[in-house]
């Protein structure tokens, strides 16, 4: 018999087949990069060597060049410490749309060793649950994570209510602020194009690739820790490398809230469930926005309007045939 916990993940998996619509939704936006910049329209454009389509807009812009609040609106995360995505800020604004600022700096000031630590990457003293007004800062731009080997850019991306991310280009060239549209007319050129193209760029989608269990430690343990700190399970200094009796309590209080059997292991469902919420943006979403039930709801909505695309894509394939 299939429980119901297991139709749910059957559902889950079912939510990542890559679908890139709304493009011609414009949110009313200040321009995230505040000093001279270069982008163009690479929504959909390929990373991670082809497996996954690019969901932001790249901004590129000279480390520790200032990135700017896009709207009036809530910290929805923080990442903290740095990912192997980087850091980066997620805000909500009032209507439910998401706002996604990548790669901020990691390096101390005109160096490149990786070691700027948060003081370089975040405005001081921003927190999940802190409300930003448009313009406010945020950070500054940087090549943290995987931009670590490219140009220091910002990776930007807007999520609708839906939790589908959107094509931003619109919204950026018609953004307020000193730095948008006129840059926006010169593109960028065909290496920086190419630079791009080679990185992983954004969010991965296998940060996990094996069993995690107690006892265990390295660098995917750290991986680990790092998202079970900002689901605000653990602290920062449990944060170790090094999988113990917190780490695997953590888990397990993760396993519960996901709907999977609370073994405190993380297995291949555990790990589909960090994979695929990670790469989503989904998982590390603020609880006090969405409760658990919110969140189901969320995803099943999701999960209907991808059934609703297979749908049509069926019928023009029968409408051909
Ligand atoms: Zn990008």
Redesign the pocket.
């Known amino acids: 018999m299939i429980k119901h916990s297991h139709l749910f993940y059957i559902a889950l998996s079912l939510l990542y087949i890559p679908v890139l619509a709304n493009a011609q939704v414009v949110r009313s936006i200040e321009f995230p990069v505040n000093g001279p910049n270069n982008f163009f329209s690479?929504f959909g454009a390929p990373?991670g060597g082809g497996t996954r389509k690019?969901?932001?807009?790249?901004i590129i812009a000279a480390k520790m060049t200032p990135v700017v609040s896009a709207v009036n609106g809530t910290v929805n995360y923080v990442i903290s410490p740095e990912a192997a995505w980087g850091y980066e800020i997620s805000i909500i604004d009032a209507e439910g749309y998401q706002y996604l600022y990548?790669?901020l700096n990691n390096d101390t000031p005109s160096t490149d060793d990786g070691k700027g630590g948060e003081a370089n990457a975040y405005a001081p003293g921003l927190d999940r649950g802190q409300s930003v007004t448009k313009g406010q800062l945020l950070g500054w731009v940087g090549d943290s994570g995987n931009?670590e080997n490219t140009v220091s850019?910002l990776?930007?991306e807007i999520h609708d209510p839906a939790r589908q991310a959107i094509d931003p280009y619109s919204s950026l060239i018609t953004s307020t602020g000193d730095y948008r549209s006129s840059n926006a007319k010169l593109g960028i050129t065909p290496d920086i194009r190419l630079q791009?193209e080679k990185v992983v760029?954004?969010r991965p989608n296998d940060i996990f690739k094996t069993i995690l269990e107690q006892g265990a430690g390295g660098e995917e343990v750290r991986q680990l820790q790092i998202v079970l700190k900002v689901l605000g399970l653990i602290e920062k200094e449990n944060i170790t490398g090094y999988f113990g009796p917190i780490t695997r309590e953590a888990v397990i209080a993760f396993q519960k809230r996901q709907m999977i059997d609370p073994v405190g292991t993380v297995g291949p469902v555990t790990r589909e469930a960090l994979n695929r919420g990670i790469a989503s943006g989904v998982l590390l979403e603020y609880k006090p926005f969405y409760s658990e039930r919110e969140q189901r709801a969320i995803l099943i909505q999701k999960l209907l309007a991808q059934i609703k695309v297979l749908q049509d894509r069926l019928r023009a394939i029968q409408g051909i045939l």
């Not at 690019?54 to 790249?58: A, Q, V």
């Open positions: 690479d990373r690019h969901l932001g807009n790249d990548f790669h931009a850019h990776h930007f791009l760029d954004g």
